[in-house]
C-alpha cells in the first residue's frame, strides 16, 4: 500500500516534498501536479495519507477533498496554502480535512503532523479490525510488524525469520531456520542466520527497547517471547 499522495501544482515544492518524504523519512510517495483527474488518481492509488494543495489548476483542492469524502476515502487528508486565514482552514476542516499547514512548508513541522495522521490512522484501523493492544501482528502485505500505535517495517530476511518463528511451537535451532530459508543443509561455520538475528533485534530495540521479542535457550535455539498474530 503506497504511502503517501501529494497533489501539488508547484513543480519545485512538489519535488522538494517528494525527495524529503521519500529518500530522508522513508515514505512510499507518488504524486500528481493539478487537480484534474485528482480524485481519480488517489483512489486508484489508495494512499495511508494525501497532502493536497488547495490552490490547484483546473479543480481546486477543496473540490477534490469534498469528492473524496463523499466517495467514502477513509485514509487522512491534510491541506496544504499558501492562503493563511481562519476562513480557508475553516472550510477545510468542515469539508473532512484532517489537518492543515501553511507554505512556506516546514519539513520537520510536517513530519510531525504526518506522524501524528498515521498513528491516529493505525489506532483507527486498529479498532476497526477488533485489534488488542500490546500485541504482535505480523502484516504479509505492509511487510510490517505492528505493536499497539507503531509500525516496524521489515526488509523480506526479516520478514521471513519473523513469520517462521511466529509458527514454531518450541524454540528453533539455527539449522532448522538455515534450512527452513535456504533450502539446503546447514554448515556449522556458516553465521549467517546469526548476523540476521542480531541485526533484527537492533532494530526492535531502537523501535520498541523496553521489550525483548527475540530470545535463545541453551542448546534448544530461538524462540519468540511475545506471540504474534499473522494478518
Request: proline share 3%; hydrophobic share 40%; with cysteine.
Amino acid at each position: 500500500m503506497l504511502d503517501i499522495v501529494i497533489i501539488e501544482d508547484d513543480q519545485q515544492l512538489r519535488e522538494m516534498l517528494c525527495y524529503f518524504l521519500s529518500a530522508i523519512e522513508g515514505y512510499d510517495i507518488d504524486s500528481l501536479d493539478t487537480g484534474e483527474g485528482a480524485v481519480e488518481f488517489i483512489l486508484e492509488k489508495q494512499p495511508k495519507l494525501v497532502l493536497l494543495d488547495i490552490q490547484l489548476p483546473h479543480t481546486s483542492g477543496l473540490s477534490v477533498l469534498k469528492t473524496l469524502k463523499e466517495q467514502g476515502f477513509a485514509s487522512p487528508i491534510v491541506m496544504m496554502t499558501a492562503n493563511d486565514t481562519e476562513l480557508t482552514e475553516t472550510n477545510s476542516l468542515v469539508l473532512g480535512a484532517d489537518d492543515y499547514v501553511t507554505k512556506p512548508i516546514r519539513t520537520k513541522v510536517l513530519s510531525e503532523r504526518i506522524k501524528r495522521q498515521f498513528d491516529r490512522y493505525l489506532v483507527t484501523e486498529q479498532q476497526d479490525c477488533g485489534l488488542s493492544t500490546n500485541q504482535f501482528y505480523l502484516d504479509a502485505q505492509e511487510s510490517s510488524l505492528f505493536y499497539n500505535k507503531q509500525q516496524i517495517k521489515l526488509i523480506p530476511s526479516e520478514f521471513e525469520l519473523l513469520d517462521i518463528l511466529s509458527d514454531a511451537e518450541k524454540p528453533v535451532l539455527v539449522s532448522t531456520l538455515f534450512e527452513k530459508i535456504h533450502g539446503f543443509h546447514y554448515h556449522e561455520e556458516d553465521r549467517s542466520i546469526y548476523m540476521r538475528i542480531s541485526s533484527l533485534r537492533k532494530k526492535l530495540s531502537l523501535e520498541l527497547p523496553d521489550i525483548m521479542l527475540i530470545k535463545n535457550r541453551r542448546a534448544k535455539g530461538f524462540y519468540l517471547a511475545h506471540s504474534i498474530i499473522k494478518r
